[in-house]
C-alpha cells in the first residue's frame, strides 16, 4: 500500500516536470506568439509568428513580416519619438517638423540632432548666411538673418531674398543629402562646389541686379559678389554687369 502511493507520487512529479517545459513561451521572439497549448502538445512549436504588420516593441518603425520575422515600416511612415510627431527611414524614427512649421526654424531650434560638424559650418559661423537643410531627404533653402543682420544691418528684403536665390540655386543644381536623418546640402568634391558656388553666385548676383530701383546699398552688394567670384572664387562664367 505505502508502495503504490509512493511510485503514484512519483509519476505525478515527473509528468509536471515534462509538461513545463513544452509550453513555456518565454522563449518566443518578438515577432512570435504562444501557439495553442493543445497544437503543442499535438507536436507543433510552442511559438506561432505573429501577422504580418504586427507592432514591434519599442521600435516604432519596425514591424513584424509574418514568418517570425522583423522588416523596416515603409519609409514616410509616421511614428512617435520621445513622444513628438516623426517620420520613418529605413527603420528608424526621426521628429520632423510639425505641420505648418518652417523646416528652417525648426533646424534653428534643434540644432544639437545635426552633427557638430554641420553646426559649426553653419551656425557657429557667422559669415554663413544660407545653407541648404535636409531633413529625411526633403530639401529647403534656408537663411540666417541674425548673421546677415549682424554684418549688414541695413540690408533690405530684396536681397535678404537673394540668399534664398543662392540656396534655391544649390537645391536645383543637385546639392547632396542624406536620404535619412539631419544634414544641409554638400557638394561631392571641392571643383564641384567650386562651381556649384559659382553658379549659386551668380544667381543671387542677378537677383540683386533685378532690384529695381538700383540704389548704393544693392550696387555696393553686387560689386562685393562680383570681386568675390572674380578673385575669391576664379569663377569661369561672369555675370554681365552691362546686360
Not at 120 to 132: A, I, P, Q, R
Not at 163 to 168: G, I
Not at 188 to 198: F, L, R, V, Y
Amino acid at each position: 500500500m505505502n508502495w503504490n502511493r509512493r511510485v503514484w507520487t512519483w509519476t505525478v512529479v515527473l509528468m509536471i516536470g515534462i509538461a513545463i517545459p513544452a509550453y513555456a513561451t518565454d522563449d518566443c521572439e518578438p515577432c512570435e506568439e504562444p501557439e495553442d497549448p493543445t497544437l503543442v502538445s499535438q507536436g507543433s512549436d510552442p511559438c506561432r509568428p505573429k501577422a504580418e504588420g504586427a507592432e514591434v516593441e519599442n521600435e516604432p518603425c519596425k514591424e513584424c513580416d509574418g514568418a517570425g520575422g522583423i522588416q523596416n515600416k515603409e519609409d514616410g511612415a509616421s511614428c512617435k519619438v520621445n513622444g513628438k510627431d516623426g517620420v520613418c527611414c529605413d527603420g528608424v524614427c526621426y521628429e520632423v517638423p510639425g505641420e505648418g512649421e518652417d523646416p528652417c526654424d525648426w533646424a534653428s531650434s534643434n540644432q544639437g540632432k545635426f552633427s557638430q560638424a554641420i553646426q559649426d559650418e553653419v551656425w557657429g559661423d557667422t559669415n554663413c548666411f544660407g545653407y541648404v537643410v535636409c531633413i529625411n531627404g526633403d530639401t529647403t533653402e534656408c537663411v540666417i538673418r541674425e548673421h546677415i543682420e549682424g554684418q549688414n544691418s541695413d540690408w533690405t528684403e530684396e536681397m535678404i531674398n537673394c540668399v534664398c536665390v543662392h540656396e534655391l540655386n544649390h537645391i536645383n543644381a543637385g546639392a547632396n543629402c542624406p536620404p535619412c536623418g539631419y544634414g544641409v546640402g554638400t557638394f561631392p568634391d571641392a571643383e564641384t562646389k567650386k562651381q556649384g558656388e559659382c553658379e549659386a553666385y551668380k544667381a543671387q548676383w542677378e537677383c540683386l541686379d533685378d532690384i529695381e530701383p538700383e540704389t548704393e546699398l544693392t550696387r555696393s552688394a553686387k560689386n562685393k559678389y562680383f570681386e568675390y567670384m572674380l578673385n575669391d572664387l576664379n569663377c569661369p562664367v561672369m555675370p554681365d554687369p552691362f546686360n
